[in-house]
């Protein structure tokens, strides 16, 4: 299985990366800074053609951070999924008005 540090992937690197995932390969993202377009095209490397939704084996979050909006509501983890010391940072619209 592919085990993947993203951090030390660049931009101009990180499509030629993500092509090389597969459904359920391992990802390892620790101290990962995600914004809503990363995590998505990671997702979108992830999915299964038989499901269309992003499958995942074990997936190593340990101190990643997360901006925006973060929805793993489609995704299979058929691993361990580690959230160690992991950050939200979502901006939600006010209940007030």
Do not use: K
């Amino acid at each position: 299985m592919d085990i993947l540090r993203a951090w030390l992937i660049g931009r101009r690197h990180r499509a030629a990366h993500l092509a090389t995932l597969s459904p359920g390969d391992d990802i390892d993202c620790r101290g990962t800074s995600f914004t809503v377009e990363l995590l998505d095209q990671w997702l979108d490397a992830l999915v299964d053609p038989t499901t269309g939704r992003p499958h995942l084996g074990n997936a190593i979050f340990y101190r990643a951070g997360f901006t925006g909006r973060v929805d793993f509501r489609e995704a299979t983890f058929t691993g361990v999924a580690l959230f160690f010391e992991t950050t939200f940072n979502v901006v939600t619209p006010s209940l007030t008005t």
